[in-house]
């Protein structure tokens, strides 16, 4: 999983060739609407989730699409799950040591009763995250085009193709608020879920459901 960059919404030419109309402003006049995506993709069938938000990039931003993400699987899909493996970069809003983040992948745990394994990749490598590849087949796949609105955006991110497959597209338009954390009386509680690897403390660690403790 990963956010990409923030996508701006406006007559841009995104650095590529335009399709159609010629005029396009070639950089950034002060835009007013631009939307984070969050992407899911599973390596195991290549299917894609992305979601897309117009509020700050939070822990609980990405947190409630995982959310959403699990419960748009087949209900086969999911009870074949034994333990939630998720790769993820170091960013601030989702690295070892976001405590809200934390909160909220204890109770991701809890909801679907499944163990989660979070892995970290060290800094200045997350470019290995496979959700990479994703955005990157995806800024080719729009590349030239104005995204002159969230209807355009959508569509094109729905008309893209990962692994021969069409990516599950939608839009959160929830409100999130920043800086959002736990005291370390708080975090005690989350800290004592966790089962941290001695060896990488901070990049692999796993969190066992309610009905597992």
């Given at each position: 999983m990963?956010?990409?960059?923030?996508?701006?919404i406006?007559?841009?030419?995104?650095?590529?060739r335009?399709?159609?109309?010629t005029?396009?402003?070639?950089?950034?006049?002060?835009?007013?609407?631009?939307?984070?995506?969050?992407?899911?993709?599973?390596?195991?069938?290549g299917?894609?989730?992305?979601?897309?938000?117009?509020?700050?990039k939070?822990?609980?931003?990405?947190?409630d699409?995982?959310?959403?993400?699990?419960?748009?699987?087949?209900?086969?899909?999911?009870?074949?799950?034994?333990?939630l493996?998720?790769?993820?970069?170091?960013?601030p809003?989702?690295?070892?040591?976001?405590?809200?983040f934390?909160?909220?992948?204890?109770?991701?745990?809890?909801?679907?009763?499944?163990?989660?394994?979070?892995?970290y990749?060290?800094?200045?490598?997350?470019k290995?995250?496979?959700?990479?590849?994703?955005?990157?087949?995806?800024?080719?796949h729009?590349?030239?085009?104005k995204?002159v609105?969230?209807?355009?955006?959508?569509?094109?991110?729905k008309?893209?193709?990962?692994?021969?497959?069409?990516?599950?597209?939608?839009?959160?338009?929830?409100?999130y608020?920043?800086?959002?954390?736990l005291?370390?009386?708080?975090?005690?509680?989350?800290?004592?879920r966790?089962?941290?690897?001695?060896?990488l403390?901070?990049?692999?660690?796993?969190i066992?459901p309610?009905?597992e403790?």
């Amino acid at each position: 999983m990963d956010c990409k960059a923030t996508v701006k919404i406006g007559d841009y030419s995104r650095g590529g060739r335009t399709r159609g109309d010629t005029q396009a402003a070639d950089h950034d006049m002060g835009c007013q609407e631009k939307y984070t995506p969050f992407g899911v993709v599973d390596e195991d069938s290549g299917a894609l989730h992305v979601a897309f938000g117009g509020s700050a990039k939070t822990s609980d931003f990405i947190v409630d699409n995982l959310f959403a993400w699990w419960e748009q699987q087949a209900p086969e899909r999911r009870d074949g799950v034994t333990l939630l493996q998720i790769k993820a970069d170091n960013g601030p809003e989702s690295n070892g040591r976001r405590t809200q983040f934390l909160k909220r992948m204890v109770d991701f745990a809890d909801h679907i009763g499944k163990p989660i394994q979070l892995l970290y990749y060290p800094p200045y490598h997350s470019k290995y995250n496979p959700i990479e590849r994703c955005w990157g087949m995806l800024e080719k796949h729009w590349n030239g085009t104005k995204l002159v609105d969230d209807q355009t955006m959508l569509a094109w991110a729905k008309s893209m193709t990962w692994k021969g497959l069409h990516p599950l597209v939608e839009m959160n338009r929830k409100v999130y608020d920043k800086g959002i954390s736990l005291s370390k009386v708080a975090m005690q509680s989350v800290e004592a879920r966790l089962k941290r690897n001695p060896a990488l403390p901070k990049w692999d660690i796993l969190i066992k459901p309610a009905c597992e403790v």
